[in-house]
């Protein structure tokens, strides 16, 4: 029998970047998929901005980047026009480091995954898939069929269904799929074209009669096509060409196809498990929730998933946590998840309703509107935070204490234009620290030598204020950068509380030490 700390089914970005996080902790994972080979093709296209945050951990931010392409504004197009324009960078700017929409397809997403992953020794085990499993209390018994069809048994301490919409995990542990799916049949096309809108950003065509998004991919007059298969040809999507197609809204943004690549269609599903874990199973990505690809948040939800889980088994596995731990992971995603559909499934409706309403509010209001709307600081403010993630909190978990400033508790840390060096390998780090921007109080200073784990004091600037911190504040960070703990008086006694509250026994490791205690930005 074969043994490994947590077993992954499922090898696509949320698999993978599960392996990776526990791989770089320390943890022996193992991570099978029933496929043959990697997919060729993919729908998902954005990275948004809080994800490349969180890939510093793993030296993945600079590389998705550099083999991505970035996308600075997105436009909506009316009746042959360009209607409106968003620049992503004037709204960023002061948010985040990555002020824009990276576009780096999911297969070859998935590449540089798969040879990161190879750094550590480990390598998806291809054409092995999950037969059944059982929860002993203890451990988890496993049974696997491999690619000459024999079966073996694998014992962990720990399974992840990262096995899609069809996950056997989830069907095995019987949390359900609620959800239903979308009446619309959509196509997508990777082409070689040329046009207004074949410029290296992103185009939204709001038509009275198709639904069309091209989206930028590297490379000269490189764009995907994502769209609406209307009329009585959804009844036979399977069998359409591109050709087929109706090319109404093609025509008004003026997009040249010259050379198709790559065709599919393929139907919407929104629907979200009624749990995310039971016992020593848990489920990530799309084995626990799927959605309209409105605002590219399907994979960035899959990913987010992988890291908030991995620290915390982490954590318990090397015995500095107790396992309930692991149940702050449902609580922290599901409530994200849930909003996320709901929101998703508003912007799909929106912008693929039939009727004489919905052609007049998309063609008529939307274009005086929405550019009205995003005229106004506020309101580009909120939709780039939502949009890239940022907005995302964990203020209500059992995992969140305290509020400074603007500060939660269960927040991202903010980010300033003025950071530095030092401050960006804090929030490189994955281990728990304590950040203080000014200078930390002598007790403060004394906790975390005693507990052994990393202070940064770091540079206060005004730019630091105007982001909500608080000069000579104290801010716990959890392994995966989020605030813990905000607190502005008797912080050493608070950070007592938070741990012995929660049985947590963070001691130091390797990572701690790399980024040392003490310095200045």
């Not at 209607?83 to 002061?94: C, K, L, P, Q, S």
């Not at 692991?326 to 499934?345: G, H």
């Not at 540079?459 to 716990?476: E, Q, S």
């Not at 950070?495 to 026994?505: Q, S």
Request: overall charge neutral; glycine content about 10%.
């Amino acid at each position: 029998m074969s043994r490994c700390q947590v077993l992954i089914v499922g090898a696509g970005p949320t698999g993978l970047v599960l392996a990776l996080w526990l791989s770089k902790l320390g943890v022996k994972a193992r991570i099978v998929d029933k496929t043959e080979r990697p997919g060729a093709t993919s729908r998902a296209l954005a990275v948004q901005a809080r994800t490349l945050e969180l890939y510093r951990q793993l030296d993945l931010a600079e590389p998705v980047i550099a083999r991505g392409h970035k996308t600075p504004a997105a436009n909506l197009w009316v009746k042959g026009r360009r209607a409106a324009r968003v620049t992503f960078a004037t709204i960023g700017e002061d948010l985040t480091p990555y002020p824009f929409l990276n576009i780096f397809p999911q297969d070859e997403h998935e590449q540089l995954l798969i040879e990161r992953l190879a750094d550590f020794g480990l390598a998806v085990e291809r054409r092995t898939e999950l037969v059944s499993f059982a929860d002993n209390g203890d451990r988890v018994a496993a049974r696997l069929k491999g690619p000459d069809g024999g079966e073996e048994a694998c014992e962990a301490d720990y399974i992840v269904g990262c096995d899609g919409a069809r996950s056997t995990v989830r069907g095995a542990i019987g949390t359900g799929f609620p959800g239903s799916t979308y009446q619309q049949v959509f196509y997508v096309a990777d082409v070689e074209a040329a046009g207004p809108s074949v410029d290296g950003e992103l185009h939204v065509d709001l038509d009275e009669a198709d639904f069309l998004a091209v989206f930028p991919l590297a490379g000269e007059g490189r764009a995907r096509l994502i769209g609406t298969v209307r009329d009585e040809r959804a009844e036979h999507a399977e069998s359409l060409r591109f050709e087929d197609v109706s090319d109404r809204a093609i025509r008004n943004m003026k997009v040249e196809v010259r050379r198709v690549n790559w065709f599919s269609t393929y139907r919407v599903h929104h629907r979200v498990t009624a749990h995310f874990r039971k016992g020593r199973a848990f489920l990530a990505g799309d084995a626990a929730h799927i959605h309209s690809p409105a605002g590219g948040q399907g994979m960035n939800t899959g990913i987010g998933d992988a890291i908030n889980l991995a620290w915390k088994l982490a954590e318990v596995l090397a015995g500095r946590a107790p396992d309930v731990l692991l149940d702050s992971y449902e609580p922290e995603r599901l409530a994200f998840a849930r909003r996320l559909v709901s929101s998703t499934d508003r912007i799909f409706s929106f912008a693929t309703a039939e009727g004489p309403a919905a052609d007049f509010l998309r063609t008529r209001l939307a274009p005086i509107a929405i550019p009205a709307a995003l005229s106004q600081d506020a309101v580009r403010d909120y939709f780039f935070r939502t949009i890239s993630q940022i907005t995302l909190n964990y203020r209500d978990g059992p995992l969140s204490a305290g509020k400074v400033g603007r500060v939660h508790g269960g927040d991202r840390l903010p980010w300033a234009p003025t950071a530095g060096s030092c401050e960006t390998a804090t929030l490189s780090a994955m281990t728990w620290q304590v950040v203080v921007y000014g200078v930390a109080a002598r007790d403060v200073g004394s906790w975390c030598d005693r507990h052994r784990i990393p202070l940064r004091e770091l540079a206060f600037t005004p730019a630091h204020g105007a982001a909500g911190i608080v000069k000579d504040a104290t801010y716990l960070l959890r392994p995966d950068t989020y605030v813990a703990l905000a607190v502005q008086d008797g912080a050493a006694e608070a950070l007592d509380r938070y741990f012995a509250e929660r049985e947590l026994r963070p001691g130091p490791r390797e990572l701690a030490d790399a980024i040392g205690r003490g310095g200045s930005d």
